[in-house]
Nanobody, 125 residues
Framework: VQLQASGGGSVQPGESLRLTCTTS????????IGWFRQAPGKEREGVSCINSRESGTYYANFVKGRFTISRDGSKNAAYLQMNTLEPEDTAEYYC???????????????????WGQGTQVTVSS
């Protein structure tokens, strides 16, 4: 089982990044996917999640209208399009997977049993 987040980088406020979560080793279509982030000295927080059958997406209030989550079953991958980035978005971003059969995704890290390596996002002028 493997999940790998990529696509992070250093950008200026107002710019965009697209994160990719590449997965393997489990039935991607049966799992909800979540994006989380953790800034230095802070707890990990849920950013967004998408249900296994793309039947619903959820966002933390602090990213609504700026971030968009999506998934591509043909590539076993999920994405987080991040627009209008702010310095407060600076963090290590992680993707995670949780069994999604008849379950809505949640933004609680405890719901996810599969985690990948993170990718650093730095927003600074």
């Amino acid at each position: 089982v493997q999940l790998q987040a990529s696509g992070g980088g250093s950008v200026q406020p107002g710019e965009s990044l697209r994160l990719t979560c590449t997965t393997s080793g489990f039935r991607f279509e049966n799992y909800n996917i979540g994006w989380f982030r953790q800034a230095p000295g802070k707890e990990r927080e849920g950013v967004s999640c998408i249900n296994s059958r793309e039947s619903g997406t959820y966002y933390a209030n602090f990213v609504k209208g700026r971030f968009t989550i999506s998934r591509d079953g043909s590539k076993n991958a999920a994405y987080l399009q991040m627009n209008t980035l702010e310095p407060e978005d600076t963090a290590e971003y992680y993707c995670a997977a949780a069994p999604g059969f008849l379950r809505e995704c949640m933004l609680s890290a405890s719901e996810y049993n599969l985690w990948g390596q993170g990718t650093q996002v730095t927003v600074s002028s």
